[in-house]
């Protein structure tokens, strides 16, 4: 709540804004005419009970699925017909609600994927896999930064959840995203890992935009600026943690009983 | 605590690629040694049979184990690369090696318009595309004028390599193969293991990751696709030199199926496990040939046995044994 007493200076500018997203499957609208502003250097929070539409919002964002209606607009460029990696590749990079590490390469190597493509090295079939060793500098910077130090040679799929998450940041920001969108990152996590990933999250957020889904109300509090309270596709209530927590109807429908 | 088992597991890890490779290199030169000295042993063209095929069924496990497509179209390059060199060496005179050539890239392109319809499928539907598509393949080579129908192209000429090595000969003959072989096997070697071949991977391990770290995985997909088709025409091109021949035999989807049980015998996903599915098959064949028993229940029952026992393949399951991970090897899926 600090945190967010005082971010009070100039309201940043908008990177990623949605208007009137819809989506239908069929009869059933899973979101319903959301409007939403992420700012530059915040940290937005998209909270709401079990199947308010927070990952369909995400996924809508992020172009894995098409909305019905609406328009979404990354950095001033209109997205909402653009296809998912090309959405990537413009600095809107997404993480998953389960983990989505590469579970038979090992750490560095993940990391190293993630680079690939940046620096252009995803197309070469015929140089050696040694050529890819100049990204490991950077990797090592990236897994240090996110404390993976000693996990560095194990692979993906032996290390702890709460380190797969943390690996997933780490091969998220080797892109250097403008836009996070974090799907519940610290779900399934230890009080260990959460303080690792809340710092990391605060640290990346001073010079990106941060999105994030997110369950656990005291790091919604403690690092997130912004609070948009889904329920049932639409929109409840906006504004800083403070204001939102002292909201009626979303203490009705959702924090009234987490905070009992 | 687990500082220790983790930089324990690192070091093991370590040690066991280094003796895979150690073990890797002792056997890639004995098998070689083996292949050179072969002909002295075994029917030249028995051998040179065995050679394609298992170049086809590597090629094809470049689609099906190192990228996670299952493809029951390859018969299209294999046969239709057979077609194209048999064509352009017999009526316009090309020397041997462009003959392959030019089956090869047939194949690729081929591979390229098959590929470009079947990737935005997945699972079963990328086989039933791939497959209808093969079938379209096979009529157009019935009909076509070029190949003759149901004769297909007899009597091609092996001509002279590089205009004087005699190809007649089949000691020469079998040593071209050899050297077309091992040229396929660097190549899929190669692919495998560059900075491409590291998307395939990441790609067959979470396809939905890979794309939003802003991977085109359809782009990548293809390439694979575009370079086991070329791989295939490599190995049905050589095999029309080899017999003088190309027929509808090896553009019908009997041989699509074939070479999918050939790298499910030897093992999905390891670099040399379907030269061995190759070798048992073309062995069974040969040797059944000329006996009473149908080949065609004896396979099946094999495969039956292999698919319920040996689920890895024959080389998978060797490669998961003790012996095995002690000689430091590592199966992974």
Same mark, same amino acid.
């Given at each position: ?14 990177? /990623? ?13 899973? #979101? ?10 915040? +940290?937005?929070? /998209? ?60 750490? /560095?190597?993940? +990391? ?33 930064? +996110? ?31 403008? #836009? ?23 640290? #990346? ?14 790091? +919604? ?40 | ?35 050179? =000295? ?40 294999? *046969? ?12 316009? *005179?090309?020397? &041997? ?25 997945? $699972? ?32 091609? &000429? ?27 096997? %660097? ?45 295939? $025409?490599?190995? $049905? ?13 090896? %553009? ?28 048992? =098959? ?24 292999? =698919? ?26």
């Amino acid at each position: 709540m600090a945190v967010a007493a005082t971010h009070n200076n100039a309201e940043p500018r908008v990177v /990623l804004s949605a208007r009137g997203l819809t989506k239908q499957f069929g009869a059933f609208a899973a #979101v319903k005419n959301v409007d939403l502003d992420v700012h530059h250097a915040r +940290v937005h929070a /998209l909270i709401g009970p079990n199947g308010a539409g927070k990952t369909t919002v995400f996924n809508l964002l992020t172009k894995f699925l098409q909305p019905t209606a609406g328009t979404i607009t990354l950095m001033g460029t209109d997205i909402t017909k653009t296809p998912p990696d090309k959405v990537a590749r413009m600095g809107l990079v997404r993480s998953f609600q389960i983990s989505a590490v590469f579970p038979h390469l090992s750490v /560095l190597d993940n +990391v190293r994927v993630a680079l690939q493509r940046p620096n252009g090295l995803s197309t070469q079939f015929w140089l050696p896999t040694s050529a890819l060793n100049r990204l490991t500098a950077r990797a090592d910077e990236l897994i240090e930064a +996110v404390g993976l130090k000693r996990e560095r040679n194990s692979l993906a799929a032996d290390l702890s959840y709460g380190r797969k998450r943390v690996l997933e940041i780490a091969t998220t920001l080797a892109l250097d995203p403008q #836009v996070l969108l974090l799907d519940e990152p610290m779900a399934g996590m230890g009080q260990e890992d959460i303080g690792t990933v809340s710092s990391i999250i605060r640290e #990346v957020a001073k010079t990106r935009a941060v999105l994030m889904v997110e369950h656990n109300l005291s790091v +919604v509090a403690d690092i997130c600026h912004h609070v948009t309270v889904l329920q049932r596709g639409e929109i409840l209530a906006e504004g800083d943690y403070a204001t939102v927590s002292q909201d009626e109807r979303v203490r009705l429908a959702y924090m009234g009983a987490e905070e009992a | 605590m687990s500082d220790m088992t983790h930089s324990s597991t690192t070091t093991v890890r370590a040690e066991r690629s280094a003796t895979a490779s150690k073990t890797y290199a002792a056997f890639l030169i004995l098998g070689l040694v083996l292949l050179i =000295v072969a002909p002295a042993f075994f029917y030249p063209i028995f051998l040179m049979k065995l050679l394609c095929f298992a170049l086809f069924a590597c090629a094809f496990n470049l689609l099906l184990g190192y990228t996670g497509l299952l493809s029951f179209g390859h018969a299209t390059f294999f *046969g239709g690369a057979a077609y194209f060199s048999a064509h352009v060496v017999k009526e316009w *005179g090309f020397p &041997p090696e462009l003959g392959v050539l030019t089956g090869v890239a047939g194949a690729a392109v081929l591979g390229l318009i098959m590929g470009f319809f079947a990737i935005r499928r997945q $699972g079963i539907y990328f086989a039933m595309i791939t497959l209808a598509l093969s079938q379209m393949f096979f009529f157009f080579c019935l009909q076509a004028e070029f190949t003759k129908g149901e004769d297909g192209i007899q009597s091609v &000429p092996r001509g002279h390599l590089f205009g004087f090595i005699d190809l007649n000969s089949s000691t020469n003959m079998y040593y071209f193969v050899l050297a077309v072989f091992v040229i396929g096997l %660097v190549i899929i070697w190669r692919f495998i293991n560059s900075p491409f071949g590291m998307i395939l991977r990441s790609i067959r391990e979470n396809e939905q990751r890979a794309i939003s770290l802003g991977y085109s995985v359809a782009r990548y997909k293809l390439g694979a696709f575009v370079m086991s088709a070329a791989l295939a $025409g490599l190995a $049905g091109g050589t095999k029309a030199l080899v017999f003088q021949f190309a027929t509808l035999t090896d %553009v019908a989807w009997q041989m699509s199926g074939e070479v999918i049980l050939m790298t499910l015998l030897g093992g999905i996903g390891t670099l040399i496990g379907p030269i061995f599915g190759a070798g048992l =098959v073309v062995t069974l064949q040969n040797y059944l040939a000329t006996s009473q028993f149908p080949v065609t229940i004896i396979t099946g029952i094999v495969f039956m046995v292999c =698919v319920l026992v040996f689920r890895r393949g024959i080389i998978g399951e060797f490669y998961a044994s003790r012996l095995g991970r002690k000689l430091g090897f590592e199966h992974r899926r």
